[in-house]
């Protein structure tokens, strides 16, 4: 990202690029808002002046667009700040003070010196990504602390006077990161969870706007923005009366309430946002490099993930030694590289009713400890990992027994139980100090290879007794601080772990917990059929390698929904994300057998392709009836197709497919030896068959000059 500053006229021009994003100090010191699209150079007085919507007409405010919205008298809009001062003031009227750049970021501050209240607004660059990641810090000036009721990261301003649609991903458990879009109109959106703790099974904290609703997978402009933040949250999507368009997103506001007591501070998370000209498509790109080349845990970010056996959907909490430790030689046998025990290995923890939160292997089941199952992983050459859930204990467990006072309750009261289990309070620093202690433990006494880092329900009653307001208020936020604090421990003591983020499936997948997680367990719900809208939400914002999940290869008939589906397509899905294989190998029958490890190589061998890839949406079910995801590797060394068809009606014509992505004069040979050039792929496009109740199709074009 470049800076510049123009002195003499109060003019901040951040540019990256493909992208510009303007700001000026009007005649009242205000800050304001002038641009953000497509680049503009040209910041002289006339380059500026000659803008349609800058000038403003304050008769109103509608047209007042100030960089950081705060509660102000003459402003209509949503704001980002709102503060409740000691006596009685509402609103805060801010004026710029000062800049600052180092290390290529943009520090300006505002001030309210009548309240004494200064706003440090941070942009900041990712390399030459058309990203900027913008955030606050209030700082309480005063000598009485104040109360930060709202307190939002960023107010972003659309180009002015257009219509604009709005698209997000929402959903719910087993049915995650759907698709949603709708036209603006005078009203306010609000994308939010109150829920405390993950927000994306229901709403990923994640929005796109598009003027007039036109663009495409390949074509138009695309304004777009993420927050860095796991808990509550608030994006709100507004168009004002006179037309103006902006976004204004943060830490939500519900049960929430920051104190600020002298020279305190206060820094509120990261909303990143970016820019294209070039469609939903290269949005998901711009997204994906920002993954692989910034956020992704470093020491991973570009290594491929293994093939992972995990115990959940066949064998839930029946798990023994004996059991598990012909699984394992039947999981080395189809060629698993990880081997992973997920819920159950805990004392007492037969059934979802009991044992959560003790944290030691159960001894009835487990005689010789971990140490024979560990060793028979290791003389196949496989990993072990490991499944924990540390927010959450049952009420039946020596946890909960010596520390009913760590959950999250209000005295008296009976707490609400979901999947019979409470929360516990993470805010607290010695449950988060109980947290790191007893993830330490196990991975030094387990030597783990994987980490499976689940979360299985949502707030209920937030009662802290004994905790004073501030912590009260501050409680779903420092909930989330902390779990970020220990994540940021594991990554730093074990970089070599591959880390899965579990919330009941897909319940965190957000670019809050992106930097510290190879996999995110995309949902609880593997079958096909839902997975072809549930995997194109997931990889328009994250990357496939990253689509993780206790069984990608998924039982038949699958446990959430009871569809049967053939082992092939159940197959061919597996092979989109992250491979898993969540089968029993015990009942199997030996076809069975030797299709998984067919299934096993045939994916280590396209793994190189598909492992730094892109995602081309060439066709979606939410459109039609099949799915076409081509995934071309960044590097260009050939693309992978996945197809896959459902219910298609007789005379239901289908298009060749186009390619994208690949280079026109490069040539392609696909499986059977014939090669195309890139144009004739793109343009002319593939034939893909698409007949039959269940049609699936891996086809793959490896460059070859
Ligand atoms: C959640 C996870 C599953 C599994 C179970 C265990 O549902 O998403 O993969 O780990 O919990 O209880």
Redesign the pocket.
Known sequence: MEIYVQKERGVFALSTPKMSYLMKVDEEGRLVHLYWGAPVKDITPAGIASRRDFPYSDHGGELYRPEYRAQDPRDFDPPALSIRYPDGVRNTVLRYRSYSISDGALTIVLSDDIMKISVELLYQGWGDLDLITRSVTIRNEGEAPVVLETVRSATLHLPGHLHYRLTHFAGKWGAEYQRQRIMLTQSQVVLESHRGVSASHQSVPFFALDPMGRTTETAGEVYFGALHWSGDFELIAYQNPDGLVGVTGGIGTYDTFVELEPQETFTAPGLTFGYTGHGFGEMSRILYDWQYDFLLPRSKAYSPRPVIY?S?YPF?FDLHEETLLKVIEQAADIGAELFVV???WMKGRDC?RRGLGDWYLDEERFPHGFRPLIEACHAHGMKFGL?V?PEMVNPDSNLYRAHPDWVLHDEGRKPWLSRNQLVLNLAREDVCQFAIDMLDRLLAEYELDYL?W?M?RYFGETGWPGASSKEIGELRIRFIQNLYRIWDHLNKVAPHILFEN????GGRADFGMVPYCDRI?RS?NADPVDLMLIHEGFTTLFPPKTAG??GNISPSPNGINGRTLPLQYRIDWGMTGSMSIGIDLLTADSEELIRLKEAVRRFCELRPLMNNSYVYRIASAYEGPCTVLEYVDREGKGAVVFAFGHGLHFRQYLPLFRLRGLEPHGRYEDEDGNIFEGETLMNWGVSISMAGDYASHVLVFRKVG
């Open positions: 995990n959940w839930e997920d819920d159950g979802d499944w859930e499976k689940d299985n579990c919330a009941g499936g367990n609880d999940g206790a």
